[in-house]
């Protein structure tokens, strides 16, 4: 067994899959409409999901906004450059929402962002700079 996917459902379709593409790097791997049930899903990820687990975004076309609740955490993405990429994401207009450094009590760097329904995503350094 694996993880295929994680769903986080999506205020604005087109704006989630924009953070994630362009300012995160992920591809569009496939979309499609269930005009019966009025919703989208969108599967953005860094590989084929033969591959690696990915996000599935679920955009419900009457539903613009989301609680997020207490009980999501984040997703986590490893980057070989944790400062050069909230760089690039803060430049391209994305939001940084702890800036990179060791985690607190340890020595693994860090960084969050946040995409634009406010999910966080955490940034772990995976290359020794």
């Not at 790097?25 to 690696?52: C, H, K, P, W």
């Not at 997020?68 to 490893?78: D, E, R, V």
């Not at 760097?109 to 634009?116: L, N, Q």
Request: contains cysteine.
């Amino acid at each position: 067994m694996r993880i295929l996917h994680t769903m986080l459902r999506v205020g604005d379709l087109q704006r989630s899959i924009d953070f994630y593409t362009r300012i995160l790097g992920m591809n569009l791997i496939r979309q499609r409409d269930n005009e019966q049930y009025r919703y989208t899903l969108a599967f953005v990820g860094y590989g084929s999901e033969e591959d690696g687990a990915v996000l599935e975004l679920t955009y419900n076309w009457d539903t613009t906004e989301y609680d997020l609740g207490t009980g999501y955490g984040h997703i986590a993405i490893g980057s070989d450059d944790i400062y050069a990429t909230c760089d690039a994401i803060k430049a391209a207009g994305g939001t940084v929402s702890r800036e990179p450094g060791p985690v607190k009590g340890g020595t693994t760097e860090i960084a969050f962002v946040k995409d634009p329904d406010n999910y966080s995503i955490e940034l772990i350094q995976t290359k020794t700079q």
